[in-house]
């Protein structure tokens, strides 16, 4: 049953201009190429001219899901996320499958920076589309933004092994899982002692500092060592070492 519902859907949202076709279209109308035009507009950023031809269309088919998803697209590349997020709202409770509207909406959540709503909408796709490669990419990096970095690391080491020549996966891995891991500060501590030439012990304090953006990776440290022995000559003998 859920299969049909699932497949119903599809169907609706990709038939529905056709159903409504006869009677509605006047001569010298072209809505499939209005729609074409449309997304090339928007792909060039031309997204006046493009929500006019969306409207265009909806002026002739008022819930025509390709126009409906074009200009909820446009509001959120332009930063109008509320607009969008009508839309998407709307469309949703009728197109409950649409792989490319489920995408769009776990986008824009992360644009809103709404991470935990994010991860709902990402799990929801996968609940549709089970172990889906664009889903569970979304779904690591709304982990890594959670600081869930172990489940996250978890779903990409799952992916590498499934797709290990996938250049999506492993760009994802290298800019994202392994930067994060390079932003904190450690500390450290070692000991060592030497029986020759004399008895002595040495005994080092480091402190790191990493931090990663888009030019590289900066890694500063700070080292400060001690010898000590039994000999006056060699007591507190010490040492600072600055690393950049």
């Not at 020549?165 to 070692?190: H, P």
């Not at 002692?193 to 990776?217: A, C, E, H, V």
């Amino acid at each position: 049953l859920y299969n049909e519902l699932k497949g119903e859907s599809a169907k609706v949202r990709k038939s529905y201009r056709s159903n409504f076709q006869d009677g509605v279209i006047e001569e010298g109308m072209d809505v499939d190429s209005w729609m074409t035009q449309a997304r090339e507009l928007a792909y060039d950023k031309r997204y006046v001219e493009a929500q006019s031809l969306c409207q265009r269309v909806l002026d002739v088919f008022p819930e025509d899901y390709e126009a409906l998803f074009l200009k909820g697209n446009i509001n959120a590349w332009q930063g109008n996320y509320p607009a969008a997020r009508l839309i998407y709202e709307d469309l949703i409770t009728k197109y409950f499958d649409a792989y490319e509207l489920i995408g769009s909406m776990i986008d824009l959540s992360n644009w809103e920076h709404d991470y935990t709503q994010a991860l709902d909408r990402a799990n929801y796709g996968l609940q549709i589309y089970p172990n889906d490669k664009e889903f569970l990419i979304k779904k690591a990096g709304i982990l890594r933004q959670l600081n869930q970095i172990d489940e996250a690391e978890g779903i990409i080491n799952q992916l590498l092994a499934q797709y290990p020549n996938d250049d999506d996966i492993r760009l994802f891995y290298q800019s994202a899982m392994r930067l994060i891991k390079l932003n904190g500060v450690s500390a450290g501590y070692t000991y060592n002692s030497y029986n020759l030439p004399r008895p002595r012990i040495w005994q080092m304090f480091s402190g790191k500092y990493y931090k990663s953006n888009d030019i590289g990776t900066f890694i500063g440290g700070l080292n400060y060592g001690v010898i000590t022995s039994d000999t006056t000559q060699l007591r507190d003998r010490s040492g600072v070492q600055f690393e950049i």
